[in-house]
């Protein structure tokens, strides 16, 4: 508190500039802000309340106060008032001039800086919106801050443009971040006002972080400019009005000016909106993707993927749901729920479904998968279900199975960065995969393909035949079989990799999965694969399958029996368990009394069939809300223009389909199954040991990217079925006369003609 000032002055003493002083003599002293009042009281405070006006150093203070009041009382209580907050020291020169209202508002805001340190400092304006009337530097005036001339360091640059997407701010990031210089970009246009964040060399993000997430949200412009040949963002008309163009420069340069004077926080680093149209504001993370090529490590992903996967002990902590977790929807919301956001978040939202009853659970994600525009997206959403699509036993489950599911697919996308080999099958052999073992599509369908191609949706679709000469991407993948390293085209791997429009291998779904660890991941990967082979050999061979009883005695199955009866719905499940002898359960549920049965179906498979069960019935939940409100001619409540739905939907009957159905003449029962290990990784173990004694290799691809570190597993079983039409030589005509299902393999031209529509 006696400390000397620069020059050895004593600093002088007064309350703070923000506070009004008002005392009733000898009494009461108030200390009077906009929505507060401060009382002092005592002889004491009234005697010292008027020495203390900013023109006294303490010493001038004691003395001034003496005799009434003692030196040490005098002290004490000068260093409360400063303790609270009330007093300030203030150098030996502070006036009262025009900088009051600015000391003001520093002291009132409570933020800690540097007074004057605003006035000190250089802005310089950059005006990319080419608008006329040269209001950017007019702002900057008005605002009492300082504009660098041209060529001379500034200690900000503030940045204004109609799009954030503006492909010179790249550019300006990047000179920028090299310089190790700040700048803050605005947008004054469009309902909404956009500022920040302070883009700064260092740890935080780069502008390139952010535009990858904003490129999510423009999907469909970026696919209209590739249909039109352009590159970049669209130009979109300036819309606003000329009052919202001056508070989205004034509100920046209020920003600019805090952070000139030296204030930092967290919100700094997010974008900041402002709804025009209602006032109301928001804030949006914007986080450093660890795997950048501008501020981060782009070998993240490819030392990663090129890595051996080395499974660690998890212990299974959660059963509550639709399968063994490593932990349960509580900790996957906590730990992702950031990953949520409407302008800059991976997953758009978490909403429920409206349509039907609230049990079925329903949920969507709002994600846009990251999307070249040199090439077009492939198909991503089935009829019934988006990518981003949760289902679980409650609300909680299906938010963070939605979750889930839309960040398994945005990580299941060719960035750019995956590692790749590049040559022909017969040049990587024996190290490669050959594609056909993994598509197992049969000569007659590449014969047929175009008019086959012409009649049936994107998930039906038959490649071109492979061509083992052509040169194409690999990617390594980690065989837990052999423990070692082989090669899968990077287009059988990944959505929309370079080599798709060569057209002879697709990226898929199947065996993707997302997981508290990877370790779940990579279990719950490969019961999908199981699963889905399972009912390839069911659907298409159409074979009658024995019941599995629905557990009334579950307060959750009962219910859903209940709530599926008052849709005009009836329920049963089969047993679809293959050779394999993992538990795998098809839910069915039809209309009844009514034309159209609108039949839907669920499918699960999981170690434990009470889990099995649970899952099935879930993910029929799932599909059910499209057609909970039926015609009243009694028609299909389907609307949808997918083939193979329509077909189904429009004619599908249970006489018409007594595969349906279970078995007649065979009791229902629950497929039987040794207890699963308690561990994830032992799980895995048992379920590579299983295959293996089936001829099955196990391939796995960690496809978690750093910027999302939700653990998600590519997993392939060449050999397995998938659900689709596809029909190559092998288990599905094998396995069902090896179960006894049937006496002799079914005749290729006898198989379903209906393609599975989910």
């Not at 930092?264 to 928001?282: I, V």
Request: proline fraction near 10%; charge should be neutral; include cysteine.
């Amino acid at each position: 508190m006696n400390r000397p000032v620069p020059g050895g002055e004593l600093p002088r003493l007064g309350f703070a500039p923000h506070l009004r002083v008002e005392s009733v003599p000898g009494e009461l002293v108030f200390l009077m802000t906009e929505d507060r009042v401060t009382t002092l009281g005592g002889a004491q405070a009234a005697l010292l309340a008027p020495l203390l006006d900013g023109s006294r150093d303490l010493p001038r203070i004691v003395a001034d106060a003496a005799p009434r009041l003692s030196a040490g009382s005098t002290e004490r209580l000068v260093t409360r008032l400063l303790d609270a907050g009330l007093v300030h020291s203030y150098p030996p020169d502070a006036s009262d001039g025009s900088d009051g209202p600015e000391r003001a508002y520093w002291s009132l805001s409570g933020l800690e800086v540097r007074p004057g340190g605003a006035r000190d400092a250089l802005v310089a304006p950059v005006d990319l919106t080419e608008e006329p009337g040269g209001a950017l530097h007019g702002a900057v005036s008005a605002a009492g801050l300082r504009t660098a001339a041209a060529g001379e360091p500034a200690d900000l640059t503030l940045v204004l443009c109609h799009d954030y997407l503006d492909p010179r701010l790249s550019t300006l990031d990047e000179e920028h971040r090299a310089a190790g210089r700040t700048w803050l970009p605005v947008r004054a246009s469009g309902t909404h006002l956009w500022i920040g964040p302070f883009f700064s060399a260092g740890d935080g993000p780069c502008w390139r972080c952010l535009s990858d997430r904003l490129r999510l949200r423009r999907r469909a412009e970026a696919y209209v400019q590739h249909r039109l040949g352009h590159h970049g963002p669209a130009e979109h008309r300036p819309s606003y009005l000329p009052a919202g163009r001056a508070a989205a420069l004034h509100l920046a340069l209020l920003e600019a000016g805090k952070w000139l004077a030296g204030h930092r926080d967290a919100g700094q680093g997010s974008l900041w909106r402002l709804d025009t149209r209602t006032l109301e504001s928001s804030r949006h993370p914007v986080r450093r993707r660890p795997q950048c090529s501008r501020c981060g490590d782009p070998m993240l992903v490819p030392d990663r993927v090129s890595a051996p996967v080395v499974l660690s002990p998890q212990p299974v902590r959660d059963t509550t749901g639709g399968g063994h977790r490593t932990f349960g929807p509580d900790w996957m919301l906590e730990r992702y729920g950031h990953l949520v956001d409407p302008v800059t978040g991976l997953v758009g939202e978490i909403r429920r479904d409206p349509r039907g009853p609230e049990f079925l659970n329903c949920f969507h994600a709002g994600a846009q998968p990251p999307w070249d525009p040199r090439r077009p997206p492939p198909p991503l959403h089935t009829p019934l279900r988006s990518p981003g699509s949760g289902k679980g036993v409650t609300e909680l489950h299906a938010r963070a199975s939605a979750l889930a599911e839309a960040l398994e697919r945005y990580s299941g996308y060719f960035q750019g960065d995956e590692p790749r080999r590049h040559g022909s099958y017969r040049e990587l052999a024996p190290l490669a995969v050959h594609p056909d073992t993994v598509q197992l599509f049969d000569r007659r369908q590449f014969e047929d393909r175009e008019a086959w191609n012409r009649a049936h949706g994107p998930f039906h679709q038959v490649p071109e035949p492979f061509d083992e000469d052509a040169p194409l991407d690999w990617t390594p993948v980690w065989s837990l079989t052999d423990r070692r390293q082989r090669l899968v085209p990077t287009s059988l791997l990944y959505y929309n990799a370079p080599d798709a429009g060569a057209g002879l291998c697709r990226a898929s779904s199947n065996g993707a999965a997302a997981g508290t660890s990877l370790e779940d991941a990579v279990v719950h990967g490969c019961l999908e694969l199981v699963e889905r082979d399972a009912v390839a050999l069911w659907w298409y061979n159409r074979t009658r399958q024995p019941g599995v009883t629905l557990d009334l005695r579950d307060p959750w199955t009962a219910r859903m029996r209940d709530v599926l009866r008052d849709l005009g719905r009836t329920v049963w499940a089969l047993d679809l368990t293959s050779d394999l002898g993992i538990p795998v359960v098809a839910a069915v549920s039809a209309r009844t009394g009514r034309t159209a049965e609108d039949i839907v179906l669920g499918f699960g498979a999981h170690f434990d069939p009470r889990v099995a069960l649970r899952r099935a019935l879930t993910e029929l939940n799932q599909m059910l809300p499209p057609l909970t409100e039926p015609p009243a001619d009694g028609s299909s409540a389907y609307t949808g223009t997918d083939p193979e739905a329509l077909a189904w939907f429009r004619h599908a009957t249970t006489a018409g389909q007594p595969y349906l159905l279970p078995a007649a003449r065979r009791s229902a029962r629950q497929p039987a199954a040794p207890r699963p290990p308690a561990d994830a990784a032992a799980q895995v173990h048992a379920l590579v040991v299983l295959l293996r004694r089936r001829g099955l290799e196990v391939l796995v691809v960690d496809q978690t990217r750093p910027d999302v570190e939700l653990p998600v597993a590519k997993v392939l079983v060449p050999g397995l079925r998938p659900h689709w039409a596809a029909f190559g030589p092998g288990r599905l005509f094998d396995i069902p006369v090896a179960l006894g299902r049937l006496t002799r393999p079914t005749d290729y031209a006898q198989l379903n003609p209906l393609p599975l529509y989910l």
